[in-house]
């Protein structure tokens, strides 16, 4: 049958195309093009409008194909669709045997044998996890971050996915929204470098691999910006914030070659983006000419009616078609109301048109034509699933993610021999916690714990208390979670454990399915009563590391001041204890920055390092209160973006320009000699900042414009050079477009944003 079924692929290959796809998504030469137009319009050509239309309709997987499939119901309209044509893609069906089938039923079932393109939520990786998002974003490593994408589409692939939704590449400056873990953090530059790295991950050179898969940057756009931080919520930002911070990443995957793009939830300008022609047809496919293709999230064209911008389904049909999104999601409406809407007028034919063939064209792009069941083998599943190079490669991100907070009489590392070590907090012996938010193909209790990783280094003395459950029950993906707020029956055994050890390693945060969509918080404390037994514990040992595990920043100022040594530890994935065990130890020296400011309290968000200085930035008068400040809390973080220690000592010798100005052609190189003074090896992010001091719309006090990852052996020094140049000084001025702006200018170097040393230059255009 499977002979039968490829046969008729490539005979149709063969009459209706005449050529194979082209070798690389990378190829750009008029005969590629040309070649792959023809493809498409002779497809497009043979195509009936309802057989168009069902290329824009994308459907959940809906039955377990290892048994009998319905009869009635969502299930079998399904299935009716599949074997008529009128569907271009599925989501959530996985496994090798399983996409086959459903392949199979699409290529030999419909008319013209159109393959299906086969979606899933590949976040962080698939059984084999890498660090969340947010985490990775704090190792400032970009090779990393793109092998770590890399490794997650090869196991996709060999499950037969051929299409991840990721990467997610939204700007956010509110940790109390639960999917900032899924993102790169609050700035637009190191966002725009990680979107970058990641699409090159997932995507690759070409698609002739069998390893790749289709990259999707979303949420197009805002989505970062949620009223109150709280999920799905009204959007209403500026012209400038849109320009300056919110669209640079998704700039810099649509150049990185990003194949296709998802819409967003929430509205702006009051129209909801997935009927934004303003985004999606003017931006997206206007001035930046993207080709790809635009999917909606999942039922956000029927959610418009929710919005109150349209009335009825049809209505919805119109604006979402006519806004610029190509690919229904799980909404049953496009399939339903597009035909009719064509038939009257409503619906120029040649947006169907448009949208169909970007979709072919991806299909083609992808070889599915020449060989539908490219991602369908089964052995080559059974042997690269889980295969042991993955597990060496996300350990590797996992080091690299972790960020020393705190170290006190340098505590850390740990003596690897004679010490009397009391591991506490239910945290510490979690497998399934640190596998993090939108992991779904993963299998629970498959992440090393922090307490197997200590126990797999021996020489000290290893014990281990609860303490008190993070939260009631088991914690479920789609489910409300029940925080233990009242029971400290297990604190007593935790503080005699603390009584009779050298050191107390405490594993504290929020458990990994606390964050991630849909899950905002108003509280970014130890959730429950681990503030408590944290406190309860110091007062018999105060010789404690907190390793905290979370998916966003937490307001901890009670453990900023108290505890002596605090390393932030995300949630690390599969290798996630391995990886703590190992910097705790001194066998990894901590090198990861953090990628979003951690406040003092909650009464400061959004609090971000680029800010600006308003009218009244300061005071000289102590007995004044008539400037930008509260009156209960300081206005500084409580760790700056970019923050991290090192076990090594790094010393930065003052900046160095080759000259005091520059105009638009030149350029300036800013140096200065970084110095390991320690005894130990270390990797330290050096970080440059510049300040446009007078601008046509006011400037941020310090914009990050280039960062280098510099290791030095003990007593080490080296160079360190940057280039300025006039792209690195545009933004979207008041003309409405980018460009540099004459004038007086400072650049700022240092190891985080809020410690760094200066120098000024003009600049004349």
Request: aromatic share 10%; hydrophobic share 40%; charged share 20%.
């Amino acid at each position: 049958m499977i002979k039968k079924i490829v046969s008729i692929v490539s005979f149709a290959v063969l009459v209706f195309w005449g050529c194979s796809a082209p070798k690389s998504v990378a190829e750009n030469n008029l005969k590629v093009k040309s070649s792959l137009d023809t493809q498409v319009d002779s497809l497009l050509r043979l195509m009936t409008l309802e057989e168009k239309i069902g290329q824009l309709n994308q459907y959940n997987g809906f039955w377990d194909l290892t048994g009998p499939t319905p009869s009635e119901g969502q299930a079998a309209l399904k299935l009716d669709h599949l074997k008529k044509g009128w569907v271009g893609s599925m989501l959530n069906i996985k496994g090798a045997e399983n996409v086959r089938k459903i392949q199979q039923m699409a290529v030999e079932g419909s008319r013209l044998h159109i393959p299906l393109l086969f979606g899933f939520d590949i976040i962080h990786g698939y059984k084999t996890i890498s660090p969340i998002p947010l985490a990775e974003a704090a190792s400032w490593d970009l090779q990393a971050i793109q092998k770590s994408a890399a490794i997650a589409a090869e196991e996709a692939a060999a499950v037969g996915i051929n299409w991840t939704f990721a990467p997610m590449v939204d700007i956010a400056r509110d940790p109390r929204w639960g999917r900032v873990m899924e993102g790169a953090g609050e700035d637009p530059y190191l966002g725009s470098k990680i979107a970058e790295a990641r699409v090159h991950g997932f995507q690759g050179d070409n698609f002739n691999s069998n390893k790749t898969i289709l990259a999707c940057a979303k949420h197009f756009a805002g989505y970062g910006f949620a009223e109150a931080g709280r999920d799905y919520n009204t959007v209403d930002v500026s012209e400038t914030v849109l320009q300056n911070i919110i669209f640079p990443p998704f700039k810099a995957a649509v150049d990185a070659g990003a194949r296709t793009f998802m819409n967003s939830f929430n509205e702006l300008n009051g129209i909801p983006a997935t009927a934004s022609k303003y985004l999606q047809r003017d931006i997206l496919k206007g001035d930046w000419n993207f080709k790809g293709m635009v999917v909606s999230d999942w039922g956000s064209v029927r959610e418009m009616i929710l919005h109150g911008y349209v009335a009825n389904e049809k209505e919805a049909a119109l604006a979402a078609i006519q806004g610029g999104s190509d690919m229904d999601m799980e909404s049953y409406i496009y399939v339903a109301e597009l035909a009719q809407l064509v038939r009257e007028g409503k619906v120029q034919e040649s947006l169907i048109d448009d949208a169909a063939s970007r979709i072919l064209r991806l299909k083609f792009e992808m070889g599915l034509f020449a060989n539908p069941y490219k991602y369908c083998d089964e052995a080559y599943e059974k042997a690269t699933v889980g295969k042991p190079a993955f597990q060496e490669g996300v350990l590797d991100v996992a080091k690299k993610s972790i960020v020393l907070l705190k170290n006190d009489k340098d505590i850390l590392p740990l003596p690897k021999t004679g010490k009397r070590i009391a591991v506490i907090g239910a945290l510490a012996n979690d497998k399934t916690s640190p596998l993090g938010s939108w992991r779904i193909a993963a299998d629970e209790n498959t992440a090393v714990s922090v307490l197997e990783g200590l126990k797999a280094i021996p020489g000290n003395q290893i014990a281990y208390a609860k303490g008190a459950e993070v939260a009631y029950g088991k914690i479920e993906f789609g489910s409300e979670t029940q925080i233990n707020e009242t029971d400290t029956a297990g604190f007593a055994e935790a503080i005699a454990l603390a009584k009779q050890s050298d050191v107390v390693i405490m594993v504290l945060g929020e458990h990994g399915l606390q964050t991630g969509e849909g899950r905002s918080r108003t509280k970014l404390d130890l959730p429950g009563v681990q503030q408590a037994l944290l406190e309860a514990v110091f007062q018999v040992n105060p010789n404690i590391v907190l390793v905290l595990q979370n998916g966003r920043p937490l307001v901890i100022p009670w453990a900023a001041e108290h505890i002596p040594a605090i390393v932030e530890a995300w949630h690390l994935g599969t290798q996630s204890g391995n990886a703590i065990a190992q910097v705790l130890y001194g066998d990894y020296n901590p090198s990861g920055k953090l990628p979003m400011t951690f406040p003092r309290s909650e009464g400061q968000i959004p609090l971000y390092y680029a800010r600006k200085n308003t009218g009244r930035p300061s005071t000289n008068d102590p007995s004044s209160v008539f400037w930008s400040h509260y009156i209960d809390e300081k206005n500084s973080p409580q760790f700056p973006f970019g923050f991290g220690l090192s076990y090594a000592k790094f010393e930065y010798s003052p900046v160095e320009l080759s000259s005091n100005s520059m105009n638009k052609a030149g350029s300036i190189r800013v140096t200065l000699t970084l110095k390991n003074s320690s005894s130990r090896a270390g990797k330290e992010v050096v970080q440059l900042y510049i300040q446009d001091l007078v601008g046509s719309t006011t400037r941020p006090t310090k914009e990050l414009k280039g960062f280098q990852l510099i290791e030095l052996q003990p007593n080490e020094s080296k160079q360190v050079t940057f280039t300025l140049d006039e792209k690195m000084l545009q933004f979207f001025t008041a003309n409405r477009k980018w460009e540099a702006e004459a004038g007086e200018f400072k650049v700022y170097i240092g190891t985080n944003s809020a410690e760094t040393q200066e120098a000024s230059f003009q600049y004349q255009n």
